[in-house]
């Protein structure tokens, strides 16, 4: 039973095209967040969304556009590729803060764009 | 702001060396700590987590302890073993509104036989 599952997990892209990541979780928690890895593996935050309603925006190019269709999935869209946006991305899941007393984040296994 | 330094790796060490990472961190208020951990390949994972003060968290024959006097949350281990070859990432969360969880630059740790 895979708790926080995204697909695709390897995507190769040229540069200029549109695609889309799929993130799911079976936790029945209330907040998800999109992460962006680099080369290095310093982790940046891009998105969070709790309830469906967008909570975290950090700076992030607009050609980058999460969707939440429900509070299990949380996609990720990016328009117009670039090289620099080639990465792991993470997405990743967390209780409603208010319920816990801490803020246990669950991640999934990754998708590595590559972009040609 | 809130923030996290971890030193810098890679570390290399041998089999059944004690290990140390250390992180210090800023934060308003009393936020609780974590150890991630990313193997090859794979997504981060909770290793541990201290919620208030002198907490220790451990896991796995890990151990961190919630220093507030010094603002910090160190990772050690006795004796480590190849396949705790991984990355380690130092984290906070402020208990004190907002979902942001601050993350570290993440430590690369190499254990040869």
């Known amino acids: 039973d895979t708790a926080v599952s995204q697909t695709p997990k390897y995507l190769v892209t040229q540069m200029g095209n549109d695609k889309s990541i799929k993130c799911e979780q079976n936790?029945?928690?209330?907040?998800m967040y999109w992460y962006k890895q680099d080369s290095k593996k310093f982790l940046k935050i891009m998105f969070s969304?709790?309830?469906?309603?967008?909570?975290i925006n950090e700076t992030v190019p607009n050609r980058f556009s999460p969707k939440s269709p429900d509070k299990a999935h949380l996609n990720l869209h990016i328009n117009s590729l670039e090289l620099g946006d080639s990465a792991v991305y993470f997405c990743?899941?967390?209780?409603?803060?208010?319920?816990?007393?801490?803020?246990?984040?669950?991640f999934g296994p990754g998708t590595r764009l590559t972009v040609l | 702001g809130n923030s996290v330094t971890q030193m810098e790796g890679p570390v290399t060490l041998s089999e059944e060396a004690f290990l140390t990472i250390n992180c210090t961190y800023t934060?308003?208020?009393?936020?609780?700590l974590f150890w991630y951990v990313q193997y090859p390949g794979e997504g981060l994972q909770l290793l541990l987590k201290?919620?208030?003060?002198?907490d220790k968290g451990s896991n796995k024959g890990f151990e961190a302890t919630y220093r507030k006097e010094t603002t910090s949350f160190h990772l050690e281990k006795g004796s480590v073993q190849v396949s705790d070859s991984a990355v380690y990432f130092c984290a906070l969360s402020p208990n004190t509104g907002g979902f942001k969880t601050i993350f570290g630059a993440g430590t690369r740790l190499f254990v040869k036989a």
């Open positions: 201290a919620t208030k003060a002198d």
């Open positions: 934060a308003t208020g009393y936020p609780s």
């Open positions: 936790l029945g928690h209330d907040t």
């Open positions: 969304y709790n309830n469906k309603e967008l909570i």
């Open positions: 990743a899941s967390s209780q409603d803060e208010l319920a816990v007393s801490y803020n246990e984040q669950f």
